[in-house]
């Protein structure tokens, strides 16, 4: 089987509002239990604080944000930094101010929240690997492998 590259999901770091949890649980769920051989997370505060790789391989490769508010945080900080994120899911959108903005410790997670941001995130995941050009990005020389995993 011909190895994928990897796309990576950058999740909002607000710890204050419920947005921010939802976004960071569901990026944690991609990475172990619904894509584990598909994505690579990236570490927003890293990003930010001019982590190199990071930066290079929201470049160069497919990239979602999932923002857990209306600000738009990761997106907007990605776009700056690296250029164009092939999606961005913005969970306001998703599930409204009232639930993203709310205290997080005044208001629990439900799973009603969990599985309608799942199937967006993963809509959203499913149509950025189907739309991706992974042939044109190895022949461009830029695709070295995932950094993240032993590929010996």
């Given at each position: 089987m011909e190895e994928r590259?990897?796309?990576?999901?950058?999740?909002?770091?607000?710890?204050?509002?419920?947005?921010?949890?939802i976004a960071r649980m569901i990026t944690r769920k991609m990475l172990d239990t619904w894509r584990p051989h598909d994505v690579v997370t990236v570490c927003l505060p890293l990003f930010i604080a001019g982590g190199s790789e990071e930066r290079t391989f929201a470049k160069d490769f497919p990239t979602i944000t999932i923002d857990g508010c209306k600000k738009k945080c990761a997106y907007r900080i990605t776009e700056k930094l690296s250029g164009k994120v092939n999606a961005c899911v913005d969970l306001s959108e998703v599930l409204g101010d009232e639930h993203c903005e709310s205290d997080i410790n005044h208001e629990p997670i439900s799973e009603d929240l969990i599985i309608k941001t799942k199937k967006e995130v993963l809509q959203v995941f499913d149509r950025i690997r189907?739309?991706?050009?992974?042939?044109?990005?190895k022949q461009s020389g830029n695709?070295?492998?995932?950094?993240?995993?032993?590929?010996?």
């Open positions: 590259p990897k796309i990576g999901v950058i999740s909002c770091s607000g710890e204050k509002c419920t947005g921010g949890s189907a739309e991706a050009n992974f042939k044109e990005l695709y070295q492998g995932c950094g993240c995993v032993d590929e010996k």
